[in-house]
Nanobody, 115 residues
Framework: QVQFVESGGGLVQPGGSLTLSCTTSGMIFSNYRMGWYRQAPGKQRELVADISVRGKINYVDSVKARFTISRDNAKSTLYLQMNSLKAEDTGVYYC?????????WGQGTQVTVSS
């Protein structure tokens, strides 16, 4: 069974940084486009960054130049480096294969940006 385990969230002040990690199992990680999703309070979950098998990267406009997605295929792990955090970045962050609607979501990791 495919599983995603996110970690690295926490409480941070505006302007601060966090690095999220997502370990995966039950699949050949290097074969899939992976994404970080965010669910802000009262909003739908959205894809904020994704990285293809060959390393092509996309970001939603609101995080461009502040977030960096990367992957370590040897460790089957996905990362999200988040800098210059803003209050609107608050939410639960999840990782998952992109365009695999049948995948179960992990528990996510909470990011709270507040002074």
């Amino acid at each position: 069974q495919v599983q995603f385990v996110e970690s690295g969230g926490g409480l941070v002040q505006p302007g601060g940084s966090l690095t999220l990690s997502c370990t995966t199992s039950g699949m050949i990680f290097s074969n899939y486009r992976m994404g970080w999703y965010r669910q802000a309070p009262g909003k739908q979950r959205e894809l904020v960054a994704d990285i293809s098998v060959r390393g092509k990267i996309n970001y939603v406009d609101s995080v461009k130049a502040r977030f960096t997605i990367s992957r370590d295929n040897a460790k089957s792990t996905l990362y999200l480096q988040m800098n210059s955090l803003k209050a609107e970045d608050t939410g639960v962050y999840y990782c998952k294969r992109v365009n695999f609607n049948a995948d179960y979501w992990g528990q996510g990791t909470q990011v709270t940006v507040s002074s």
